[in-house]
């Protein structure tokens, strides 16, 4: 019933994804959404997440921003990042993602879609036939209240987590200790 919005992998953060082991396994690009998958809603990028930008890229990789976000909102972003990116890319529409692989010149099969929405990112990703990691979305500590929508996703993510067919269906991409 759910199995579109079922993501491949769920794990903590960006952080987590052992992107050697994603690379071993024939990926070649990465999607990323940006607001609370790599920094809190309209935040800037970090050091880290610059980095973990260069790391992936020294794998291999070829990146892609594919977000809802402006265009002067993905620029600001970007300043240290070398990435093309989607702006207003209109998610879960499977055109977005059908142009990012167009984008990176590589096939669905060859993509991984990383997201924090199981309505956007992980359902655009599924319909489009490409692999999806949900990550926990981030929030600040002091963000107590959690939307509808986010609550609707905890109950999908309880059934998600009790289906064994369902989940780590990418293998053990998590990095070690994690």
């Not at 976000?69 to 529409?93: H, M, Q, S, W």
């Not at 990691?133 to 209240?145: G, Y």
């Amino acid at each position: 019933m759910f199995w579109k919005l079922y993501p491949y992998e769920y794990v903590e953060s960006v952080f987590d994804i052992d992107y050697t082991k994603l690379y071993q396994a024939g990926y070649r690009g990465l999607l990323f959404d940006v607001d609370n998958t790599l920094v809190h809603h309209g935040d800037d990028s970090t050091p880290e997440v610059d980095e973990l930008f260069r790391q992936v890229q020294k794998i291999g990789f070829r990146t892609l921003l594919l977000t809802d976000n402006t265009e002067e909102r993905v620029k600001r972003f970007i300043r240290n990042i070398d990435t093309p990116y989607l702006c207003e890319a209109g998610k879960p529409d499977p055109s977005a993602y059908r142009r990012a692989a167009e984008i990176l010149h590589l096939e669905n099969s060859q993509l991984v879609c990383i997201g924090d929405q199981l309505f956007t990112d992980i359902l655009g990703a599924n319909r489009s036939g490409i692999s999806s990691i949900l990550v926990r979305f981030i929030r600040l500590p002091a963000e107590t209240r959690i939307g509808k929508k986010r609550q609707l996703e905890k109950a999908i993510l309880w059934f998600y987590q009790r289906n064994p067919s369902a989940t780590h269906r990418l293998g053990n991409i998590q990095k070690e200790g994690q």
